[in-house]
């Protein structure tokens, strides 16, 4: 089954603890995107990656890093996590920048 | 930077009704689509369209893009209970950084 997958789904931690959200699709697609959704806020994009070892900030890149050393796999890294970082966070893949993205199920984060 | 922008906020119909949401955005776009998304759930696309396109429907789906005024419309016909959920437009920069907007909540009620 074609799916994008994201671990863990939900997820409380205290502020200033390293964590990693993974992701991971297997649809053999060329772009990845992380966003984050807030109250009133809508998605905002926090890092895309348009191929292997291509990676650019969104919208939100600050307090968080990104890697894609593999075409499946798109790792959210927070090394210092903090109260303002709590959201549901999405995964989403797609064949091309301009295509349709197809999303994981969410991560849900509370940092203390 | 906030680029799509959808109106209402909230919507709230009988079942069997029409669905009427907007979608505005600020600067030139290269397609602009569609999602929803369930309470707390993944997004699911349901319909791009390019910017040189003007309507396009998908079953009880119809979209209407109109960039002189930068905005799109998304009809739901004949709605359902099953409809209600939180409805995204989505723009793309050529490429670069996908926009959302931040949603139009719809309740269709039995």
């Known amino acids: 089954e074609a799916q994008v997958t994201q671990n863990p789904r939900y997820l409380i931690t205290v502020t200033g603890k390293k964590l990693t959200v993974t992701c991971s699709q297997n649809m053999n697609h060329e772009y990845m995107s992380w966003y984050r959704q807030d109250p009133g806020l809508g998605l905002r994009q926090i890092y895309y990656s348009m191929n292997v070892e291509v990676t650019d900030k969104g919208d939100v890149p600050e307090g968080y890093k990104v890697s894609r050393k593999e075409k499946r796999n798109f790792p959210l890294i927070l090394e210092s996590p903090s109260p303002n970082q709590t959201s549901l966070y999405f995964c989403?893949?797609?064949?091309?920048?301009?295509?349709?993205?197809?999303f994981g199920p969410g991560t849900r984060l509370t940092v203390l | 930077s906030q680029q799509g922008e959808e109106d209402p906020q909230a919507l709230s119909i009988q079942e069997g009704e029409n669905a009427t949401m907007n979608c505005s955005y600020k600067t030139s776009i290269n397609n602009l689509q569609w999602y929803r998304q369930n309470s707390g759930r993944g997004l699911v696309h349901l319909i791009l369209?390019?910017?040189?396109?003007r309507e396009k429907h998908s079953g009880r789906l119809r979209v209407t893009l109109d960039t002189s005024k930068k905005s799109s419309s998304l009809l739901i016909t004949a709605s359902r209970a099953a409809d209600t959920a939180s409805y995204f437009c989505?723009?793309?920069?050529?490429?670069?950084?996908?926009?959302f907007g931040p949603g139009t909540r719809l309740s269709v009620l039995p």
């Open positions: 369209i390019r910017s040189n396109e």
């Open positions: 989403a893949s797609s064949l091309s920048p301009v295509g349709p993205q197809y």
């Open positions: 989505a723009t793309d920069n050529y490429g670069q950084n996908f926009v």
